[in-house]
């Protein structure tokens, strides 16, 4: 099982990113795709989690109106595109697989990525 997260970068304040995650190794058609972030010294946090239909999402209040959490089944590849970016959303992203649809909690994600690293300059 393998989940490769891609895309972050450096961005000023205002600006967008869009993540990647590919996922391979398993069948993933029953799992929901979930995001998560980790800010320096911070512990890791819920972000977003969607269907790969994109029809289900649920998303942190921190983030709602600002990030769109979205799946491409055929791609194998979830997308977590994000838009309005401040300072506070730096940090390492992680994508990952749950069974379970809209929960913030890490305990039922049972695949994750190593992350990618988003840095937004004030």
């Known amino acids: 099982v393998q989940i490769v997260e891609s895309g972050g970068g450096s961005v000023q304040a205002g600006g967008s990113l869009k993540l990647s995650c590919e996922v391979s190794?398993?069948?993933?058609?029953?799992?929901?795709m979930g995001w998560f972030r980790q800010a320096p010294g911070s512990e890791r946090e819920f972000v977003a989690v969607t269907s790969w239909s994109g029809a289900s999402t649920y998303y942190a209040d921190s983030v709602k109106d600002r990030f769109r959490a979205s799946g491409d089944y055929g791609k194998d590849t979830a997308y977590l595109e994000m838009y309005h970016l401040k300072p506070e959303d730096t940090g390492v992203y992680y994508c990952?697989?749950?069974?379970?649809?809209?929960?913030?909690?890490?305990?039922?994600?049972?695949?994750w990525g190593q992350g990618t690293r988003v840095t937004v300059s004030a």
């Open positions: 190794g398993r069948v993933f058609s029953r799992y929901f």
């Open positions: 990952a697989a749950t069974k379970r649809f809209g929960t913030p909690l890490e305990q039922f994600y049972e695949y």
